[in-house]
């Protein structure tokens, strides 16, 4: 059964997953999936890798996305949501500034983020690090969410 993305079961089942999975098309036409953290703002959802990386050349070719969203902090792992939506890479600083802060309060002040950095403390050079490499702008993958459904695991 095809839902609104505001449907409130959808809206819980986003917020009880961690990440998500989006599928693409490259320029070629070859599916990609790739996953990526993710935060909720206003309705839309939002990604923060770099201009560089290929989901985001992905979806200048190809705007038409879906989202698979797993639902890891529930009890239940019967089910998983696809949403389907239209993305694009946006980078001015209104937009982009708050998905940030969201996304630093969802992975690295929350509870279970804080112990994570805290047990894993001597790694953070690396991640630094690796965030340093990475090309392209700052900036976001901005999806409006066109439509949703919960689909069973078999």
Excluded at 61 to 76: C, D, N, Q, T
Aim: glycine share 8%; no cysteine; charged share 25%.
């Amino acid at each position: 059964m095809i839902r609104s993305p505001a449907d409130p079961a959808v809206e819980r089942f986003i917020d009880r997953s961690m990440a998500v999975r989006i599928a693409t098309l490259s320029p070629a036409g070859n599916a990609d999936l790739i996953p990526l953290w993710f935060v909720q703002h206003r309705g839309r959802l939002y990604m923060m890798p770099r201009s560089g990386s290929p989901v985001v050349r992905d979806i200048q070719a190809h705007p038409g996305v879906v989202l698979i969203f797993h639902g890891e902090k529930r009890s239940k792992r019967d089910r998983v949501l696809r949403v389907r939506g239209r993305a694009s890479w946006v980078s001015d600083r209104r937009t982009v500034r708050p998905a940030i802060m969201r996304a630093v309060a969802r992975y690295y002040l929350s509870p279970g983020g804080l112990w994570n950095t805290v047990t894993n403390i001597r790694g953070l050079p690396m991640r630094f690090r690796y965030y340093r490499e990475r090309s392209g702008e700052a900036g976001a993958i901005e999806v409006i969410p066109e439509s949703a459904e919960f689909l069973r695991l078999p």
